[in-house]
Nanobody, 125 residues
Framework: VQLQASGGGLVQAGGSLRLSCAASGRTLSSGTTIGWFRQTPGKEREFVAAARFRYITTYYADSVKGRFTISRDNDKNTVYLQMNSLKPEDTAVYYC??????????????????WGQGTQVTVSS
């Protein structure tokens, strides 16, 4: 599976962006978990959101809960991260990832088998 993240850009605080994670090479099965992570320079990559489509369950970091929404378009084999009410602290490179199965915790990077390249999100104050 190849993942292509896109949709990043520069936005003012309070604005919105929608990130896309397009999968190719294989259709995302219902058992696949898709996660979004982000990283800023000098910091570790951190969990943002994930969706376990088989169980229709979503997970969010406390810092984005209520502002970000993860969703899926089966026809396009694409997962989205809608980001509203953006804050300067949301500035980061965002990565999408796919896990064939979750062994322990969707928030752990080690659970994910495939990673896309990052897309830069910059929120100005």
């Amino acid at each position: 599976v190849q993942l292509q993240a896109s949709g990043g850009g520069l936005v003012q605080a309070g604005g919105s962006l929608r990130l896309s994670c397009a999968a190719s090479g294989r259709t995302l099965s219902s058992g696949t978990t898709i996660g979004w992570f982000r990283q800023t320079p000098g910091k570790e990559r951190e969990f943002v959101a994930a969706a376990r489509f088989r169980y229709i369950t979503t997970y969010y970091a406390d810092s984005v809960k209520g502002r970000f929404t993860i969703s899926r378009d089966n026809d396009k084999n694409t997962v989205y991260l809608q980001m509203n009410s953006l804050k300067p602290e949301d500035t980061a490179v965002y990565y999408c990832a796919a896990a064939r199965s979750i062994r322990d915790n969707v928030r752990r990077q080690a659970e994910y088998d495939y990673w896309g390249q990052g897309t830069q999100v910059t929120v100005s104050s």
